[in-house]
């Protein structure tokens, strides 16, 4: 993931919205979002090169995971971050107490940010900066720094977020828009992460389109008061204007 919003209990309407953009090579061979064969009641997507996931769910629980960009590396030693959302969902620790199991081990992985909710609470990790913490309720972004880092796409995307949020009436493809848009940000304004000037230039937007690179999911996410989940994975191939689409409600 390199991009996700979090409506945390933004008000009374929506106790719980995600969104978010999957930027990953074309070529790495991947799963749609759908039951796990070893656990049929998460529903997530999967690479299937690491065996590990990016967002998923499982009843209330829920997870997912970006990196930190750090630069152009070479090792392939670490141990893959997906699979952090992989056994947060597939066990029944409370976020605070997967958190603590985890902290011993950080440097096992490269850098990531990792983001857990269980319907009650909502935490937030990395093995860059300080300790997990329990989020307040709000609006939140994160790319591929830390939490809510003022990256021009994070700040755009919260905001009309934010603004979506708070019309009469939200629907799901206000949120889908959102995180369709490719415009880049300006060189002034783009973060300096030891990448090439070129690729600073494409990751700046909130969908990202390259030759062999790019956005290639969407999911979104939400609770309703009553207790209902409604899962739907977007699919691009290269374009914002052209996917295809998984649901699932429980």
């Not at 009374?12 to 790495?28: C, G, H, M, T």
């Not at 997870?63 to 960009?69: E, G, K, P």
């Not at 609470?121 to 300080?130: A, I, K, M, Q, V």
């Not at 997990?132 to 809510?148: F, K, M, Q, T």
């Amino acid at each position: 993931m390199c991009l996700i919003l979090i409506a945390h209990r933004p008000g009374e309407k929506i106790p719980l919205l995600v969104v978010a953009n999957r930027d990953e090579f074309y070529s790495r061979p991947t799963a749609a979002a759908g039951p796990w064969e070893e656990c049929p009641d998460l529903i997530g997507g999967r690479d299937l090169v690491s065996g590990g996931s990016w967002f998923g769910a499982r009843g209330a629980r829920w997870a997912s995971v970006t990196n930190i960009r750090e630069g152009i590396r070479h090792s392939h030693s670490h141990r893959s971050r997906g699979w952090l959302v992989r056994d947060y969902l597939l066990g029944n620790a409370l976020p605070q107490e997967f958190m603590a199991a985890i902290a011993g081990q950080t440097s096992e992985y490269a850098g990531f940010n990792l983001l857990l909710g269980d319907g009650d609470e909502l935490w937030y990790g990395n093995n860059r900066g300080r300790s997990a913490r329990l989020l307040e309720p709000g609006v939140y972004g994160l790319s591929n720094h830390l939490l809510d880092t003022p990256w021009p796409k994070v700040v755009r995307a919260k905001q009309a977020l934010a603004e979506a949020l708070a019309q009469p009436r939200f629907d799901q493809d206000q949120a889908f828009a959102i995180m369709a848009e490719t415009a880049v940000a300006p060189d002034s304004a783009l973060p300096e992460t030891g990448i090439p000037l070129e690729w600073e230039r494409a990751l700046s937007a909130a969908f990202i389109v390259k030759d062999n690179y790019g956005t290639r999911c969407t999911t979104f996410f939400q609770r309703s008061n009553a207790g209902q989940h409604l899962l739907i994975e977007r699919r691009f191939k290269g374009s914002p204007r052209t996917w295809d689409q998984g649901a699932f409600t429980w």
